[in-house]
């Protein structure tokens, strides 16, 4: 059984959000079916999805019947960096997907890992097994994936208690921006126009916030390290584009784009020669589920925005590129 005990700040609060927001394992509909099938309870009586919580309500949550892990594994092209009985840290390529989804049914990077450990928990849906967290396909770099149950728990509670330490490296189109800063979204949810899409101005969204630091300006771009404080799905992207600097070959949130200085880069032609967008997951840190001990992970720039940056550099380290 899973307990909590409402704190005044979520007081006023529906059951089904309160629990979608520390429970990120499970989707929506299998806890607002879990509430409607009396697997959860407010001190003591069940009750609808939408019923509003109070200060000291206390709640319990009947796990879901483990579903049946029924993902073939396949060899997928993918770095483990580390690896125990209890999680893998993996350095995924851009373009890989993390899991099964509409039009992506196999090579994923839970098909690799299963290949690789032969066995992920079981937690949530059937086809994601192991998934505590996601990064978009075209994004590359660090995530951690549970390999128990007691370990997807914990490593769950620590991304919905921002204990987590996740880091992206990116390449951003420099409009003015500051230093460093911070932008927040209140109302961060799907565009209305474009279901696909998401925005820091959706109809009735959550909260969503990302850190900055400018760590090298290269006209017309700068290199930034994002700082996640909530995880809400395309928000570095979302949250750069909608301040005015999208992220360099993000083709959903910005634009392509000629470069005309300087002029060294123009054989590169729009977007530096970029196929995806230039953000790398770089760090990710977190407290070992079953001993406790920090740990904390580095990945390199990958080639693609590697070669991106030196052809920057480049250009402006030479006169003859201005």
């Known amino acids: 059984m899973i307990e909590f005990t409402v704190e005044p700040p979520a007081a006023g609060?529906?059951?089904d959000r309160f629990l979608a927001e520390r429970l990120t394992d499970t989707s929506r509909s299998r806890l607002a079916r879990a509430i409607r099938d009396g697997r959860v309870t407010v001190n003591g009586v069940s009750v609808k999805p939408s019923?509003?919580?109070?200060?000291?309500?206390?709640?319990?949550?009947?796990?879901?019947?483990?579903p049946p892990q029924g993902l073939a594994p396949e060899p997928v092209p993918l770095k483990l960096v580390y690896v125990d009985a209890h999680v893998v840290v993996v350095d995924k390529p851009a373009g890989v997907v993390v899991h099964p989804g509409a039009g992506n049914s196999t090579g994923t990077l839970v098909h690799g890992v299963l290949h690789e450990v032969g066995e992920?928990?079981?937690v949530g849906a059937p086809d994601r097994p192991g998934v505590v967290h996601r990064i978009?396909?075209?994004?590359?770099g660090?995530?951690?994936?549970?390999?128990?149950?007691?370990?997807?728990?914990?490593?769950?509670?620590q991304f919905a208690a921002h204990a987590v330490d996740r880091r992206y490296h990116a390449l951003a189109w420099d409009h003015g921006l500051p230093d460093e800063g911070t932008w927040r979204s209140s109302h961060y949810g799907r565009a209305g126009n474009d279901r696909r899409k998401f925005t820091g101005a959706s109809a009735g969204g959550k909260r969503a916030v990302t850190?900055?630091?400018?760590?090298?300006?290269?006209?017309?771009?700068?290199r930034v390290e994002f700082s996640l404080e909530t995880g809400r799905t395309h928000q570095i992207r979302v949250h750069a584009s909608e301040a005015g600097h999208p992220l360099v070959g993000d083709v959903t949130y910005g634009r392509r784009r000629r470069i005309d200085r300087p002029q060294a880069l123009r054989?590169?032609?729009?977007?530096?020669?970029?196929?995806?967008?230039?953000?790398?997951?770089?760090v990710l840190g977190f407290e070992h589920p079953a001993t406790g001990a920090r740990l904390r992970f580095e990945s390199p720039w990958p080639d693609d925005l590697s070669a991106a940056l030196d052809a920057l550099r480049?250009?402006?380290?030479s006169p003859a590129g201005v």
């Open 51 to 66: 019923t509003p919580l109070e200060p000291g309500d206390r709640i319990a949550v009947e796990p879901p019947s483990t």
């Open 13 to 15: 609060g529906r059951l």
């Open 136 to 140: 978009d396909a075209g994004t590359s």
């Open 120 to 122: 992920l928990s079981p």
């Open 142 to 157: 660090l995530l951690v994936l549970a390999r128990t149950e007691p370990a997807h728990h914990h490593l769950a509670a």
């Open 211 to 222: 850190h900055w630091q400018v760590l090298e300006r290269l006209p017309p771009c700068a």
């Open 267 to 282: 054989v590169l032609g729009p977007e530096l020669g970029l196929t995806r967008q230039a953000l790398h997951a770089a």
């Open 314 to 317: 480049a250009a402006w380290a």
